[in-house]
């Protein structure tokens, strides 16, 4: 059975620093690997997608890495803004093709 | 870009009323699945949706539930009489078929609130 690790829970960081955001997941078998944002009390925003045969993606100041074989990936913001706060959900589709959802890392910048 | 449409964006019911949650998925998606996400827990899978059955579904999804696609646009959830803890954010789903099928489009949710 599939599941979905986000470490750490919470974090808080000064504007402009860099951070990662770590996920991990126990079936290795994964299609793909998708980040996304949600801002309290609202929907879904994907933000990257990692295909299998991919070991990273890029947009703008995010990147996401893929570790198939040891079940990890990371988030790696660059330069943090404020409006980044928001939760940070990794999510695996498993075999039956249900998506897994991690319970997400929220992250704070402080101004 | 297609996206997947879900309407009201918050409902708000009496415990013990029907509702519908309506979803207008991607129009060639041939998969369709509905999610919950309890305040500040993990998104859940309810149900997948497929050639007008479903698919699967999880514990969750009891005889409470219901989905229907009732013409070609939309696909529904409904819950016949609410309870105080379906208070969630639904989210609607849709997938291609193929390869596509592993990559789900999520809708903005729905915020149902039962009082």
């Known amino acids: 059975k599939q599941e979905v690790t986000q470490i750490p829970a919470a974090l808080s960081v000064p504007e402009g620093e860099n951070l990662v955001l770590n996920c991990s997941f126990t079936?290795?078998?994964?299609?793909?690997l998708q980040w996304f944002r949600q801002d309290p009390g609202k929907g879904l925003t994907s933000l990257l997608l990692?295909?299998?045969?991919?070991r990273e993606q890029t947009s703008g100041r995010l990147n996401a890495s893929l570790d198939k074989s040891s079940g990890r990936s990371t988030l790696y913001i660059a330069a943090s803004q404020p409006g980044d706060s928001a939760t940070y959900l990794c999510?695996?589709?498993?075999?039956?093709?249900?998506?897994?959802f991690g319970k997400g890392t929220r992250l704070h910048i402080l101004p | 870009e297609p996206e997947v449409t879900q309407t009201p964006s918050h409902q708000v019911t009496q415990m013990g009323q029907e509702v519908i949650l309506r979803c207008v998925p991607i129009?060639?998606?041939?998969?369709f699945y509905w999610y919950r996400q309890i305040l500040g827990q993990k998104v859940e899978f309810l149900v997948s949706?497929?050639?007008?059955?479903?698919?699967?579904k999880s514990e969750i999804f009891d005889d409470q539930f219901s989905v229907e696609r009732p013409d070609g646009s939309n696909f529904t959830l409904k819950i016949r009489s609410t309870k105080l803890e379906d208070s969630a954010m639904y989210f609607c789903?849709?997938?291609?078929?193929?390869?596509?099928?592993?990559?789900?489009?999520f809708g903005a949710g729905t915020r149902l609130s039962v009082l």
């Open positions: 079936d290795s078998a994964i299609y793909n």
């Open positions: 999510a695996v589709p498993n075999r039956d093709d249900k998506i897994i």
């Open positions: 789903a849709s997938s291609g078929s193929g390869l596509a099928k592993n990559i789900q489009y």
């Open positions: 129009s060639n998606h041939l998969y």
């Open positions: 990692i295909q299998s045969s991919q």
């Open positions: 949706f497929y050639n007008n059955e479903i698919s699967e």
